[in-house]
């Protein structure tokens, strides 16, 4: 076989060059093309940056010319005194310092994926984090004084129709409860016995019943009427201005059965309708009275009309990445971003108030705890979320610590953790409904030891179910500590000893004193909390059996209240802690959050009091008497008051503590020495 | 063979059937049910929201129906043929008419989305890891399995025999812990990263690897991608070569004794042509016919792989499915593996009817 | 664990098989003879045992065996003996001792007296026997032992640093697998040190008395979860290989349905779904056995397909034998075989499913595993404990291998073709 250079070989060479030759003729073209396409780009940001300053400034005359705040030639009138809140005052004075500078990007990163954007089909808490940047309600929180204040909207008026409300409910309610009623309550026995409790039980239930059904009649008055008056100046990130038409639209959407919203819905089902009274002004009617209610139809974000009208909704279930709203960032593509994708806010150049100086927010997805871990030391991602023994091992790194910040705080408002011990089951009274049993068992629960070994100090051992800054708490009250003596002391005068030497307690019937601890599975550091208290109950001869449960099943038996023992944790909830849900009898119903059946007459009748109490230091105080009752009863053993703990890139600036938490991230900045990224 | 293959596909059916009616039920009869998507890592939750959430699930998948009849609708659900669904003003869904529609795998109740779409995103991680697998294992199997024949019963055969064995034997978790314990972690070395497709950068990197302007080396999305591979396919090598290259090790044995081989033997043909020429190729045909047979054997080592290193493939997705009681997930992992393997099944019978005459379905 | 049953079809057992059956027709003329000098199964155990791999995994197993029995005299916090400061005497060991701890040693000591004591009787009648003394020891010591229904471990540590303890003998590690170490509180677990051989875990116990103790969960999930598969699958194949026909058609349908899926995703199923409690281990080993049936039962049909040909099989139907005798006395006997290699890597697969079931948390919260524990190796915040990481996973390792190197000598023990090559 010949190994000749032939004509063939000479053609396909000259093509092959031919061809090399054109493609990097047309990379040199694109290449061009792209450097004009940026240019054109930078060009358009600032025509669009100038055109919304101006706007902006065009609506804050015209605003005030409407409220009366513009001086023509000394005639003085202000009519809102109390809206004068300007949302984007702490971004302003961070734009203020001395070393501020806009660019460079913030990272960010999810433990998972980001499975959706949906502002309403959505379940994760990670959307949610993504939309506070895009999206903006009408009322907002302030972060420091944890009050309502106005965003998008400029004002608001509560109007209450309390009184026409009350008489309907005091009329249906005033029919007295039948015997039937009361005894198709789950609480009162099957065999038609009730002791004296029990029969009290099953009345506050049939109650509590009744009226819920009378205020979800759709026939009843509202008891609240709240009239929001929009801000002139706020537009979408597309150029739209937002109108009253969009908050009602965004109040049917999520009210519409075909949107695959359940989750977010519940939140809302106190409101009654929306409407709108002119372009700038809407009405809400709320259900129930309800300290909350302003929150409720204020604080939802409003969601563009002339964008979200154009799917059905089945193609509003399914568009994961539909998202456009009126906040500092926007979506690069409101429409078509799919999970996998890069996730990556750029900054709204329309914005209608101070703009943020970051050019962009990222947000990356790592699922493995070291891995995060070691992209946050390589400068790889700005903000991290430490467990505690992260936190410990970042702490240990000096390198770490010179080119970073970290922060630990209690956040407001806060939660806690605790065991709640079932008082009633199946009908009848269990052994903890003896208090003096269940203070023994926090007696015999090792808070302190379990803060220090396994949250690693991080966590605080609670007393109660308020925030120790808060008004609420009764600093009187004293931490029951670790004390065997103690609790072996109570259980003996409770009945409880070992009476056949087994090292089992046992009471006069002859029953052993053996618990199940019910708690959701799949956490290591709960499995790790319940041996502890395993070992630490043994010594007392409390057999402790560990039964860990999937969420559905662990609240099935919420439901029924088939369980001894249960550990969970309430979230932080609002500023000042109502103990109506967790400790009034009334919600000891199937399905209230009483799961353990606590009954505490004179605990019920303060805490309606201060439900009703509007003086707030006399409020306060009901507070503290009510506190000093659930630690005298110990419905629950109260235990942990968790940290949360942050690393924050060290280039960034302006990253302080405030009462929620750390503050905004719109507010942080990084001065032009140090940025990091840029396109 | 076209009778055959279609007897063959028609008998999937029932099995299939079979399969997620066992998963259906096992699912069903257990306590809890179909929800618990709620939870979040303390474990916190307002009961009165889950009711409500749970009855709206009720209402649209009729999960308070009794079991046959939500079997049914999902059978009618995932069926091409059936009756057509549509949600009606309040979001509940209501049929139709009967007739060809397009089959549905449903939505995920964890996430939000539709199943297909979180299969569609997995599948190709999955069938990316196993890609890389296949041809590693087969190259080392062929290689020991061939040099094993060929110095039987001396020290490099009993060694390839035990080694392999001890490597089979070595629990996938374990090895797993160790390479990210000790190859990918801070306290020891840290050659490779502990889990993911990519680095957090790498959505910016050049596919290649390439120098930047100020003269650093980049490694390049290809790079960075096969840098986070090292580690779970070793894990997915190492125990999958022992019974292939004990396959090998047989057919060579089988085929050098034939009375061709020895012919060429004896002609004076020297001993690495007659072994790679003449036996090599005819060996590697029982080989060649077990190949689609292993796919489901690693589907199911993947699973752990991807546990381990967290990869976002179909092991994974199934095991979230699980995990969360994502009824539509799990079914349509059944579904989807399930298939898998019996076609897999089917090609390996084929390849045994094609590559042996003697061998006939018809 | 998919790979072992797959690796036994995508082997050709073709050849292997047809001298299979030349042997098998002549055990069955042995079986009428009165007394023979060696059975067929027996041969195949001794030749296996002579391979250094099985006789080596055979020691391995031996000693995890030993160590599960004699777990609580190895390792436990209650000393064997001590002398209080009152001067009385007493053993805590002895009366802290469980059920199960006394039953063991009384039936490992029974078994082999039966094995090596009496040469005469035959295997059956040993069998029996030890059935029977199975029942009435297990019942026996759950009757008279009731040690303490709770314990706080720290008590006799506690005491002899106080001095209410004057001296006490301990077992040579001194921790009970439960024993948290809570009068020495700490947050990071201990290297291995001459009072923790292996180290601690992360719950603060002692690595090396949680292993020792979980011996037994291994070599009971092995043995009870193979055990459940083999009479499900022995069973169903059976029936499948001497009806054939319909019930073949239908059987080998329901094979398939559990060999479609894989079987790690079918166990996750079933064990994800039902809440933990107790009894998990024991659901556990169930499972197992119920999704690995399908192996056994593909090769007990193919034996009894060809069996149900053979000539003394068609002479029980002549005789008029009961169904019952054909299937159990006369073809189980000879088609069991293959299952019996099977099985050993059966039990290899049984114990790492179980490993991986505890490693992703669904196994038990306190009792030993070897898995639960390699589970702890890599902490929430990502922190590498090397000991943890080691030590169990090494136990699984050797204790599949084991199993494995056994199952290999026992294919090459009952094929002709490798005996032929050995001796040649």
Redo the contacts between chains.
Sequence with gaps: MPNRFGFKDLLTVVLLAAVLVSVWLAMKQFDRQWDRLAALETQTQQLVAEQSATRRDVSELLEKLETGGVQFGGNAVSTDAGFDYDPHARMEVARGAEDFAEGDWV?D?FGT?I??VNPL???D?YAFRIQTYVLEPMVGVDPETLERVPVLARSWEIEENLEAWQAHVDAEMARPLTDEEIRAEPAFPADGTADEQGAYVAERHAEGRREVDIVADPDAPPATWITFRLRRGPVFSDGVPVTAEDVKFTFDLLM?????A??T???Y?NLKSCEVIDERTVRFAIKRPHYEALGHAGGRPVLPKHFYEQFT??EFN?G?GLLLGSGPYRMPDPENWR??Q?MELVRNERYWGAKPAFKKVVF?E???D??R???F?NG??DIFAAQPEQYE?LLGDEEVVARSQHFAYLRVPQ?Y?FIAWNQRRDGRETRFADRRVRQAMTFLTPRQQIADDLYLGYAEVANGPFAKSSQQFNPELETRSFDVERAVALLKEAGWEDRDGDGVLENRAGDEFRIKLT??S??EL?DRIVLYLKDAYARAGVVLEPDPL???????R??DQTFDAI?????GGTVERDLRQTFHSAQAIK???N?MSYINPELDVIIDEARMTLDDEKRMELWRQAHAIVHEDQPYTFLFN?KTLWFVDGRLRNVTPVSVGLNDRTEWYAPLATQRWTD | MLTYVIRRLL?MV???L??TA??FF??AL????????????????????????RA??NARYGLDQPLIHQYGRWLNQISPLGWRQA?D????PQYTGFGFKVPDLG?SF?????VL?LYG?ALPVTLLLNAITVPIVWVIAVLSGVYAARFRGKWFDVATG?GL??L????V??AG??L???L?????L?LF????LN???A?GMAFMPSFAEDGTWQRGWLLDRLWHLVLPVVCLVY??FA?LS??MR?SVLETISAEYVRTARAKGVPGKRVLWGHAFRNALL?LIT?AA??I??L???S??VE?I??I?GMGKL??DA??A?DRDL?LA??LI??VI??VC?LIADLCYAIADPRVSYD | ???ST??E????PSEANGALVGRAERVALHETMPRRPRSYLGGVALRTLGRT?AAIGGVWLGLVAALAVFAPLIASSFPLVMKSADGTLSSPWLEYLRPMDVALPVLVGLALVLIFGFRCTSVGKKLLVFAVATGVVVGGSYLLVSPPAIATYDTYRVGLEAGDIEWAVHTPIAFSPSDRLRDRPKSQPAPPSWTHPLGTTRNNADLASRMIHACRIALAVGFIATGIAVVIGVAVGGLMGYFSRAVDLLGM??V??F????????L???V????RNQYTLYFIMVIIGLVSWTGYARFTRAEFLKLRQQDFVVATKALGLPLRSTLFKHMLPNGVAPVLVTASFGI?SAI?AE??LS??GLGLVDEPSW?QL??Q??GGG???V?WI??FP??A??LT??AY??IG?SLRDAIDPHTQKASQA
């Design positions: 990272i990163a994926n499975g959706t089909v959505n379940t808490l519409d059965p075909q949107i695959d359940p989750s819905r519940q939140f089902v909704p089945r399914e994961v999970p996998g890069p990356r790592i699922s493995n070291v891995a871990l070691t992209a030391r790889e991602i091992q939660g953790s708690y959701p799949g956490n709960a999937e969420f559905a099943i662990l609240v099935e919420l439901n550990t969970l944790a309430w979230g399905g209230g959050d799961v968790r | 008998l029932p099995t299939m079979g399969i066992v998963v096992v699912m257990s306590p809890g049910g179909v929800a618990g998507t709620q939870l979040s890592a303390e474990g916190e939750l307002d009961t009165q929201q889950m009711a409500a959430l709206y699930y949600l003003d309040q979001g509940l939505n964890s996430r939000n989305r539709p779409d995103e035990t064995l001890a089979w034997s070595i629990p978790i374990w812990v160790l990210i314990g000790f990918a972690n801070e306290q020891w840290r990263p502990t889990g993911g680095s957090t950068m959505g125990g999958s019974v004990k396959l047989a029982p077990v047979g292993i489901p054997g589907l199911g080592g699973l752990i546990k290193f967290s976002d199934t095991l699980i995990f009681r799990v992992g059944a593996s399930g393997t019996l099944i | 664990m998919t790979d797959r690796s079809q995508a082997s050709p791999g349908r329901l398939e349905i060999e479609a899926i894989p079987q790690l995703y079918l996750l199923t079933f994800a779904f039902f809440p290899a790492l490993a991986f490693f992703i898995g390699l589970s190796a890599v990502g922190t590498f090397w990481a080691i996973g090494l699984i390792f599949v291998f494995n190197l290999e």
